[in-house]
């Protein structure tokens, strides 16, 4: 089946692709046997600490050549809609600086000291974050903001282990204002997927996602109608599967072994 109708692999990137500055055994392998055969790649990611061609920079400082194009993520999914419906939007940023200064190259507002005039409060990253900024936060939701975040992955994998994500930051915004976030960007929601089949033009049939969490990347595939693809290399062990009413259409030990259903 999936030889036949899979064109495209949308693959995750932190337990999937790579764990931090560490390329996972056989990704390189697998992403370069696919590419040859005629199998688009998109890589996606739920981190907004880098914009996009950041992060192609990096994948090919570890050895994965890919192109500006071949990178989505949640930031990407953002600055779309900022550039596109919300352009001059006053918006509180608590975020790395690269989000900040994309932000800014598509016409937001950007504070990230106080509330005054606020129209959306974003919430993603923040290796800075401190009390100071989850007041402001609370303040200008108060007021009326909009609430944002970029995803709400708990944790993310580095090489030696897990550390906390954006979504421990944003469970602290939720808690402090007694509500969820407005909108978020990163899987499970739809809109890298539709960036991503907008650059392949192709149906969600004909797509791949092959991802380490079920609750974002399995989930976001069954959300939008592609197949996918669990690896074991990250967040999600077989014993956790016992957790989920949904399944994933594969599981492999690793992204090396997804090259089975190609052969």
Known sequence: MAKKLIKAILADLDGTINRGSLLIEGALETYETLKGRGIEWILISNSARRLAEDLAAKLNRLGLNVSNDQVINSASALLNEM??????????????????????????????????????????????????????????????????????????????GFVPGAGSIVASVTTAIGRAPDKVFGKPERDMAL????????????????????????????????????????????QDLSQYDFRPHYVFESIRDIQQLFS
């Not at 504070?111 to 919430?123: A, F, K, M, P, R």
């Not at 990253?125 to 708990?154: C, E, I, R, V």
Request: hydrophobic share 45%; charged share 20%.
């Open 83 to 160: 550039e596109k419906n919300r352009k001059g939007s006053r918006i509180f940023v608590i975020g790395e600086p690269p989000l900040v200064e994309g932000l800014r190259n598509v016409g937001a507002e950007v504070t990230v000291h106080n509330d005054e005039g606020v129209e959306i409060v974003l919430v993603a990253m923040d290796a800075n974050f401190h009390y100071g900024k989850l007041k402001t936060a609370y303040q200008a939701l108060s007021n009326g903001a909009l609430f944002w975040a970029t995803n709400l992955d708990p944790t993310y994998p580095l090489e030696g």
């Open 195 to 238: 960036l991503a089949l907008d650059r392949l033009n192709m149906s969600p049939e004909e797509c791949l996602v092959v991802g380490d969490r079920m609750d974002t990347d399995i989930l976001f595939a069954r959300k939008v109608g592609m197949y996918s693809a669990l690896v074991l290399t990250g967040a999600t062990s077989l």
